[in-house]
């Protein structure tokens, strides 16, 4: 009976000529040709984890674009609003009178309300930065 990784079945069942102390290694003319590591010297190797095929990391650039046409989307609707509601509208503000389209007062209350929670935000930010270079 033959087997490939040269189990004990190979080897001579006769006299030996030499002793070999316990642990030592056999010499290559007595594991009859193997030259592999048996069973016991061999330590189990784990493959790699394996990665989803097709799956692409998104990018800094990706995320630029994403934006972008996300803008031009808003963008789009926000122009379709304005045309559609050029109506005049009278507005007050601190004792100041005025008229305008609506959808134009509506915009500049956007963009006001905008400047303010990014002025909150930025302040928040700076506070952070500067709590995080002090440690």
């Known amino acids: 009976m033959t087997h490939a990784r040269g189990g004990a079945a190979d080897r001579p069942t006769g006299p030996t000529h030499h002793e070999l102390p316990e642990g030592a290694l056999e010499p290559a003319e007595l594991r009859a040709g193997d030259v592999r590591p048996g069973a016991e010297e ?24 994403v ?10 609707v926000l122009l379709i609003f304005i045309l559609q509601n050029l109506d005049p509208a009278t507005v007050r503000f601190f004792g100041a ?3 305008l389209p609506l959808a ?11 400047a303010l929670v990014a002025l909150i935000g930025g302040a ?12």
């Open 67 to 76: 934006a972008v046409i996300a803008g031009l989307l808003v963008l789009v």
């Open 97 to 99: 009178e005025g008229s």
């Open 124 to 135: 928040r930010i700076l506070q952070l930065r500067k709590q995080a270079r002090r440690r």
């Open 42 to 65: 061999t330590t189990p190797v784990r493959p790699a984890p394996a990665k989803p095929a097709g799956k692409v990391r998104p990018t800094r650039i990706s995320g630029t674009w």
């Open 104 to 114: 134009i007062a509506m915009l500049f209350s956007a963009i006001g309300g905008a």
